[in-house]
């Protein structure tokens, strides 16, 4: 006679591939028992981390800045942001498993070594003109930058969670893992947009190496935190798959992946939704010094507009993180889906203000709007797939999210940098942002129509401050 039968589960899960019962799932989270139970490993290896990020961030801010005063500056710097863009994804999607997997420290430092280089050519090029060879150095730069900054702020989302005390709300250590890029974009115009009007463009690349330099010491430093992270993690001692192994077991998590997205309706939404946010957001501030440009003002009254606009954007950003880490509430899948899709639609109406009333200031003041309600976007959405994601899987759909959301940046970036330089920025964009907005309404219909059981859906545990 057979026993009572297990309830089912509340959230079905794919299949998953067959393992050795011995070996622990590579991206399970570890027990809150074998997390650390003060904040002050955590913020031993957070305080360095958000330095490297403001180094790099420096260095970006002033190659956005030099590009973008070669002739055809707007085209070429769109490009050489959609290029990073795309070469950042597909190289932190390969590396995903070997991030999770490697040892903590030693990824650390090889990831800030690596950086030196980098940096340490730009003292060069940032003391040139951009002509057509500087240019090239410049853009090779930039890219490798940018995609290394990216792969260390993957590792470091991984240590930071392995860190964080178990007593944190997971969404609380989301946003502290995921703030350093908010800190860098309100720290690094400061810094940066001095130098630029002091005309010590070399400065940044100076500083941005000196920090790094800081960072690599810091790190050795904190090797008995990071230690603390549980081996258990990263399963038992072996050989690891090869060849066509490795690339049957990457699409079989793909798979996976796939499955579970395409079974849950609000993941659809917001692999779609974000894809359209990313077309906008991030391609307007990376083609910002071409936009500034339309304004017909002094060379350095624009540096000075572009650093009060870029710090404006990471002042809002961390106005609204705070806000939201502060406040708490809960929200329903619905009502937080709505939430994410009304802040993304301020977005666009507030940049189609700024194309509209061509006033320095009011780009400052839209700016930092901005920010605000792309912080509540990214938490909102962030909170739905931390709770509708089984942590066995998490880091894999995570990386798929990734490369689907991510995706559009680059195009956003080709089209506003290459628009904008034939048809007039302020023009280019308002045209997009009219459009994106329909989009945006298309897709919101769609998800109505076949939105879980409910009046709200499946109540799910929102983001501190989302609406109850």
């Known amino acids: 006679m057979s026993g009572p039968k297990p309830p089912p589960s509340p959230l079905p899960q794919p ?64 490009t050489t ?33 690596a950086l030196l280089l980098p940096l340490a050519v730009l003292t060069v090029v940032f003391g040139r003109r951009p002509d057509v060879g500087t240019l090239v150095v410049g853009t090779l730069c930039y890219v490798v930058v940018f995609t290394l900054q990216t792969l260390y702020m993957a590792a470091m989302e991984n240590l930071g969670a392995d860190l964080a005390p178990g007593s944190w709300p997971p969404v609380r250590t989301a946003l502290l893992t995921q703030i350093h890029t908010q800190v860098a974009r309100a720290a690094a115009p400061i810094v940066g947009g001095g130098l630029l009007a002091a005309g010590s463009l070399r400065g940044l690349a100076v500083i941005a190496l ?25 399963g038992p001692p072996g050989r690891s798959a090869g060849g066509a192994g490795a690339l049957r077991r990457t699409l079989r998590e793909a798979a996976d992946s796939t499955r ?13 939704f974000g894809a359209l946010a990313n077309l906008v957001v991030f391609p307007f501030y990376a083609v910002l010094p071409a936009f500034i440009d339309e304004y017909r003002m002094p060379a350095a009254a624009q540096a000075g507009l572009y650093s009060w606009a870029s710090s404006a954007y990471g002042v809002g950003m961390l106005a609204g993180t705070v806000l939201l880490i502060r406040v708490r509430g809960r929200s329903g899948t619905v009502a937080g889906l709505r939430t994410a ?3 993304f639609a301020a977005i666009c109406l507030v940049l189609l203000l700024v194309t509209v009333v061509p006033w ?12 605000a309600l792309f912080a509540v976007l990214v938490a909102v959405g962030g909170a739905v797939w931390l709770d509708r994601t089984p942590a066995a899987i998490r880091v894999r759909v995570f990386s798929l999210r990734r490369l689907s959301v991510f995706s559009s940046i680059p195009l956003g970036s ?7 330089s034939q048809f007039g920025y302020r023009v280019f964009v308002r045209v997009l942002l009219v459009l994106v907005l329909a989009v945006l309404a298309w897709l919101w219909a769609g998800f109505l129509r076949g939105r879980p059981d409910g009046p709200d859906g499946p109540g799910v545990s929102g983001p501190p401050g989302a609406p109850a």
């Open 15 to 78: 299949p998953l591939p067959a393992r050795p019962p011995a070996t622990a799932p590579p991206s399970a989270v570890p027990p809150d028992t074998e997390r650390p139970l003060g904040a002050g490993p955590f913020m031993a290896v957070w305080i360095p981390s958000l330095l490297t990020v403001i180094s790099t961030g420096l260095c970006v801010f002033g190659l956005g800045w030099w590009i973008s005063r070669a002739p055809g500056g707007g085209a070429h710097l769109g």
């Open 81 to 113: 942001v959609a290029l990073s863009s795309a070469l950042s994804l597909i190289v932190t999607t390969m590396l995903a498993g070997t991030l999770d997997r490697a040892d903590r420290r030693r990824g650390l430092v090889v990831l800030l070594t």
């Open 210 to 234: 000196g920090g790094v330099l800081v960072v690599l010491v810091a790190v050795r430093a904190a090797r008995r935190h990071i230690d603390l992270v549980p081996v258990a993690r990263t």
């Open 260 to 272: 579970l997205i395409r079974s849950r309706p609000e993941l659809v939404f917001l692999v779609l």
């Open 341 to 343: 899709a009304s802040a």
């Open 360 to 371: 320095p200031p009011a780009l400052v003041v839209a700016m930092a709007l901005a920010g």
């Open 414 to 420: 080709m089209l506003m940098g290459i628009g904008g």
